[in-house]
């Protein structure tokens, strides 16, 4: 299962960027615009709202992961949740939480 949650966190940091990489391609680096086309309907809104919703609750998580059993530094994860996204940090941080063998 270990190996999967790489393959996980692989795909996760590839997908995202494929869609960054067309937006800065057709508008630049444009932040407000790119803050405005998270929001630009209702569809897109409910996408956003549940993404940052999902990642502040990721975060809990992993904060109380290593509080009471010692589980990765939360930092990292959370640095690739905010560079990246959760598609990259939730399999990564499954990877480095799960058994060496």
């Not at 997908?15 to 309907?41: E, V």
């Not at 549940?50 to 059993?69: A, T």
């Not at 589980?71 to 940090?89: R, V, W």
Request: charged share 10%; aromatic share 18%.
């Amino acid at each position: 299962m270990k190996h999967l949650y790489l393959v996980l966190a692989i795909a996760g940091a590839i997908l995202p960027y494929f869609f960054f990489t067309q937006f800065l391609i057709t508008d630049g680096f444009n932040l407000p615009g790119f803050i405005s086309a998270l929001f630009a309907n209702p569809a897109a809104s409910g996408f956003t709202s549940d993404l940052l919703f999902s990642s502040f609750v990721f975060w809990i998580m992993i904060y109380q992961e290593k509080k009471h059993r010692n589980g990765p530094n939360p930092l990292t994860f959370i640095a690739l949740n905010l560079t990246i996204g959760l598609s990259c940090a939730l399999p990564a941080y499954l990877y480095a939480r799960s058994p060496k063998h």
